[in-house]
């Protein structure tokens, strides 16, 4: 793995011992006035296809934006996580899979100004297109965008790369994991969690469910509360399985939206706010993730939470559409956060006013 870097070993001690470790890891450095011009990277760093690592993304304002990392580790080595802290919530570590599932493949990644990232994923059943994602760190939050992006070089006919072969309704989809957020993930944090051991399944609901919500009528709403449905079918395992008794996964569709009939892992339970979210293991803090075009959320396996977007506007060509997903990290105050989603994305309490019948 080569990483281009800004730096002088003669500066400073600090330069030493950051290329002292680079070089233990079995990475070769370049000083960047001596580094190719390449595409899709920063000025100080290079991301090597094959190669295992977690750079650190140049912070501005470090104790009022949020930090991020961009991290492949061997055992998922075809995608990318990029790890972000939120400096109002002491000991939160999200990690967000960029991306679950084999919708796309990771590219590249460089850095913006302001410490913002972008990330290029190619789809993999039509390699001429490209994934664009754009993490921009705010106070309190972190925003995601994605569009989409026609790779002209990536054929020479380029005329027959169409992004309009891209199924609308499949957004890359992201995995929000606390699992190394202190003070957020299930305890004791060694216990396994997708685990069909009774003792596991209920802790898991007991400490990771039962501290995740959603917005219904009746305000914030912790989803052990919920209506939940039958998930054994969907995962292959039996009814009477633990992870089923009660159902350890969930999706929620908004009262907007109609339920699928005969859908499993669907929540009878609709939300009037399209947002999920969990609060720490005190009840000081929270962490919730909010789209306005939002398919539907879902609460998952491995102390996560998915935020299910669509492509829009839907009467746009395939390069005019985007999605934007925003992550919130704050102090648990359900109004303030209400308050701070609706500046954010105006006109979103009015999904509420667009009730259809359950089915």
């Not at 972000?84 to 002491?90: E, G, I, L, Q």
């Not at 606390?178 to 400490?207: D, I, L």
Request: a negative charge.
């Amino acid at each position: 793995m080569i990483i281009h870097l800004n730096w002088d070993p003669g500066k400073s001690a600090y330069s030493t011992v950051l290329c002292s470790l680079f070089l233990l890891l079995g990475c070769k450095l370049v000083p960047a006035e001596q580094a190719p011009a390449e595409p899709h990277t920063a000025p100080h760093w290079n991301i090597d296809r094959d190669g295992i690592f977690e750079i650190v993304v140049r912070n501005p304002d470090p104790g009022l934006l949020s930090s991020m990392s961009v991290r492949r580790l061997p055992e998922s080595d075809f995608c990318v996580y990029v790890s972000m802290t939120f400096p109002a919530v002491a000991g939160l570590v999200v990690d967000a899979w960029c991306f679950e599932g084999e919708l796309v493949t990771f590219h590249s990644a460089r850095e913006l100004d302001g410490g913002s990232l972008e990330l290029r994923h190619r789809f993999n059943k039509n390699p001429g297109v490209l994934h664009v994602t754009t993490l921009t760190p705010e106070y309190g939050a972190m925003n995601f965008t994605g569009r989409l992006e026609i790779d002209l070089n990536h054929s020479a006919n380029a005329s027959a790369v169409n992004a309009d072969d891209i199924h609308f309704t499949e957004a890359p989809n992201i995995c929000f994991q606390v699992r190394r957020g202190a003070g957020f993930q299930s305890a004791p944090e060694s216990t396994p969690r997708c685990s069909p051991v009774p003792e596991h399944a209920g802790n898991y609901w007991e400490n990771f469910v039962s501290r995740c919500f959603i917005f219904t009528d009746e305000g914030m709403t912790f989803l052990h509360e919920t209506q939940r449905t039958d998930t054994a079918r969907d995962h292959g395992f039996p009814a009477d399985d633990p992870r089923n008794n009660p159902p350890a996964v969930q999706r929620y569709y908004g009262v907007w939206q109609k339920i699928p009939p005969g859908e499993g892992t669907s929540s009878l339970t609709r939300h009037n706010l399209p947002m999920i979210g969990t609060i720490s293991r005190d009840g000081k803090y929270l962490l919730a993730g909010v789209d306005n075009q939002t398919r539907f959320v879902s609460q998952a396996w491995l102390d996560c939470f998915h935020i299910y977007t669509k492509w829009a506007p839907e009467d746009q060509p395939a390069p005019g559409r985007n999605w934007r997903i925003r992550l919130y990290g704050m102090e648990n105050d359900p109004q303030a956060l209400l308050t701070r989603v609706n500046r954010d994305f105006p006109g979103i309490d009015e999904l509420d006013d667009q009730r259809v019948p359950i089915h």
